[in-house]
């Protein structure tokens, strides 16, 4: 039985039906430099090519700006599999990508915090 809750490759008694790796046809490298906190947002373009279900899915969940955390959080997905789905986003043209804008420390205590509080806000 499939959990609805939990996207398609999951599955409430076996867990995980597909391998990341296979979401990201193998895939470890993003075309596209995206930082866990680089912002994306759908441009509103249908993508000329086909995109997978977990396209579709990562892509429905940029309607704003959303930072690429959000969308492995929300995914279940590695952040390196993200990272592949929203680069081939990005060079269809379906999404545009923004990077990070750090202040003078990036590793900044209220920085991290405000990235938590949006993950929970999300969940």
Known sequence: MTS????PWLDDAAGRLIRPYTVSGGRTKPTTALDLLSMVM?????????VSPEHSLALGLCDEP?????????????????????????????LTARAPRFHANPTDRSLLEAVLDGLRQRL
């Open 66 to 94: 959303t930072s690429v955390a959000e969308i492995a959080a929300h995914l279940r997905l590695p952040a390196v599999v993200t990272k592949v789905l929203l680069s081939d986003l990005v060079d269809c043209g379906a």
């Open 42 to 50: 759908a441009t509103g373009s249908t993508p000329k090519t086909h």
């Open 4 to 7: 609805h809750q939990e996207g």
